[in-house]
């Protein structure tokens, strides 16, 4: 068993037999005190530097585990729990925010998708779309649980991963870009992403690059998501998310980091496991984590985002309603002739 994992249960088990040696009023009493704390330091966690935040979020990692336990018990705590926590700000295992890029527009108006694109090109064309995505998020009215601010930088983009597939896929599209609209779903947790697929001029001539965008992928960062005690067995199956795996592998942070930051990546094979082996990992319970790794090993995720295709949840006719953007800067001269 992965270190991480052992370690997570080993926090769990301990908070969890504290909780079981109260007494039903004791228990209902440190509730109270596990949620007023909860939201105490997630109020905390933005104005603290890097050693302070990374004890926070091991006290909510903590607290967490005790409550999404006391949910479990009976349907009812939930409503409970949920009022309580109306209103905090989100907290991340991984603290990154979304970048937003300076655009060399000059690069822009250049690209001929007919000719090839040089790696410069293509790379501010994938930070526009990640940009414009970003804005188009803003225009919709995400509500976030930030304090200060209400923006895709705070937001954790959760139920939106359709409407950021549409938004970042729809221009490249207009193009003349070869495109994918993906949902991991068939290996997993429903998750709307895309892939493009980008002509880059090399030496050799010209090949195919193809680039993974998904602007949306916080939403499986957040700490009370990716606690251990949400293995508990219920009538359902239920997991940690992606982030409880990705925090297994040090590289696969970093990785994350990158994705965070961008919104997209190259799909490489090194890649595809960072990305996708976390997304697998959700479907295996607590006992069963020992054969991931054999098993996301006889996937063929080129052959999958290839040829399992979804259609798209939103069209430009709502977008254009709504007042969003899906045209590059002078688009004009951007079309290939």
Request: glycine fraction near 4%; charged fraction near 30%; aromatic fraction near 14%.
């Amino acid at each position: 068993m992965n270190k991480y994992v052992k370690k997570e249960l080993d926090r769990a088990s301990k908070r969890i037999n504290l909780y079981e040696s109260m007494t039903d009023n004791e228990k209902e009493d440190f509730i109270k005190v596990l949620l007023n704390e909860i939201r105490d330091v997630s109020f905390e966690y933005y104005s603290s530097d890097d050693k302070q935040k990374e004890e926070i979020i091991d006290i909510l990692l903590d607290d967490y585990n005790i409550i999404i336990h006391y949910i479990k018990q009976a349907p009812g705590n939930y409503a409970k729990i949920y009022k309580s926590l109306i209103g905090i700000p989100y907290v991340y295992l991984i603290d990154q925010k979304p970048e937003t890029f300076d655009i060399n527009e000059d690069l822009l108006d250049s690209i001929n998708v007919d000719e090839g694109l040089t790696m410069e090109q293509a790379n501010e064309l994938l930070r526009w779309t990640s940009n414009n995505t970003r804005k188009n998020i803003n225009i919709c009215n995400i509500q976030s649980n930030h304090p200060e601010k209400n923006s895709y930088e705070n937001d954790s983009l959760g139920g939106v991963c359709g409407f950021s597939q549409f938004s970042s896929l729809y221009p490249l599209q207009q193009l003349g870009l070869k495109t994918t609209v993906n949902n991991t779903w068939s290996i997993s947790i429903s998750h709307a992403f895309g892939t493009v697929i980008i002509p880059i001029k090399t030496n050799e001539g010209i090949i195919e690059k193809q680039f993974v965008i998904d602007c949306t992928y916080r939403q499986f960062f957040l700490v009370d998501d990716n606690v251990i005690a949400q293995y508990e067995p219920t009538d359902h199956h239920y997991a940690p998310l992606p982030g409880f795996f990705v925090m297994q592998d040090e590289s696969n942070i970093e990785f994350a980091k990158e994705v965070l930051k961008n919104g997209f990546f190259e799909l490489t094979e090194e890649n595809i496991k960072y990305y996708f082996k976390p997304f697998f990992s959700f479907k295996y319970d607590l006992k069963d984590l020992d054969k991931i790794d054999e098993d996301f090993t006889k996937l063929d995720m080129i052959n999958i985002i290839n040829s399992e295709q979804e259609d798209f949840e939103y069209s430009k006719e709502e977008f254009d309603e709504w007042g969003m953007n899906l045209s590059l800067p002078n688009q004009e001269i951007s079309f290939t002739k």
